[in-house]
């Protein structure tokens, strides 16, 4: 059974910094690239950022560049999500999310999700 | 304002049928696979259909959906008050080099 557990999410102010953690097992960890989705309390999704399967290549929202890093660690089954600068507007669940396999290009959905962190910026 | 336009809104009684549009461009879904997630309220979402059409293990065949040019729809037939959910309809946007989604449309049995 696939599982993603997030976890680091909490109440930071802001500029302040915090590093969220995804747990994954029940499948082969390194077939997939990997994801974080953001929802604002009552918003839609918003995509935040995805890494490869080797971490070679990393995407990130516009919004968000320059301020969060994704990374994974392949041994240990787990990516995180490094935010600095944060800002009101980065208040939103954050979900760890199984992004497409890593030989087939075309596909574009998240096939599994996590439960979601609950990141608040607030002073 | 999101890349995919759906509407905020869709309603029906219980056994019909309702169809949710996903409205994009060339570069979003015109060019990849669109994919519909259920989000049912308090959970995460969860993925319903992708590659425009498939349908993963366990979905049931009330939920169908289709892609034509640069729009998207997803039908639900024999509704059900389990149904009442937020759909949201997602692909990759090969201008903006990211992953997109639509608003979503909060489904409501009546």
């Known amino acids: 059974e696939v599982q993603l557990v997030e976890s680091g999410g909490g109440l930071v102010q802001p500029g302040g910094s915090l590093r969220l953690s995804c747990a994954a097992s029940?499948?082969?960890?390194?077939?997939?690239?990997m994801a974080w989705v953001r929802q604002a309390p009552g918003k839609g999704l918003e995509w935040v950022a995805d890494?490869?399967?080797?971490?070679?290549?990393?995407y990130y929202l516009d919004s968000v560049k320059g301020r969060f890093t994704i990374s994974r660690d392949n041994a240990k089954n787990s990516i995180y999500l490094q935010m600095n600068g944060l800002r009101a507007e980065d208040t939103a669940v954050y979900y760890c999310?199984?992004?497409?396999?890593?030989?087939?290009?075309?596909?574009?959905?998240?096939?599994?999700w996590g439960q979601g962190t609950l990141v608040t910026v607030s002073s | 304002q999101s890349v995919l336009t759906q509407p905020p809104s869709v309603s029906a009684a219980p056994g019909q049928r309702v169809t949710l549009s996903c409205s994009g461009s060339?570069?979003?879904?015109?060019?990849?696979?669109v994919a519909w997630y259920q989000q049912l309220p308090g959970t995460a979402p969860k993925l319903l259909i992708y590659?425009?059409?498939k349908r993963p293990s366990g979905i049931p065949d009330r939920f169908s959906a289709s892609k034509s040019g640069t729009s998207a729809t997803l039908d639900i037939t024999g509704l059900q008050t389990g149904d009442e959910a937020d759909y949201y309809c997602?692909?990759?946007?090969?201008?903006?080099?990211?992953?997109?989604f639509g608003g979503g449309t909060k489904v409501t049995v009546l």
């Open positions: 999310a199984r992004d497409r396999p890593a030989d087939i290009e075309s596909a574009t959905h998240f096939g599994y």
């Open positions: 029940g499948f082969t960890f390194t077939n997939y690239w």
């Open positions: 890494i490869k399967e080797d971490g070679g290549q990393k």
């Open positions: 060339s570069s979003s879904i015109g060019n990849n696979y």
């Open positions: 590659d425009n059409t």
């Open positions: 997602g692909t990759w946007d090969s201008s903006l080099l990211g992953r997109v």
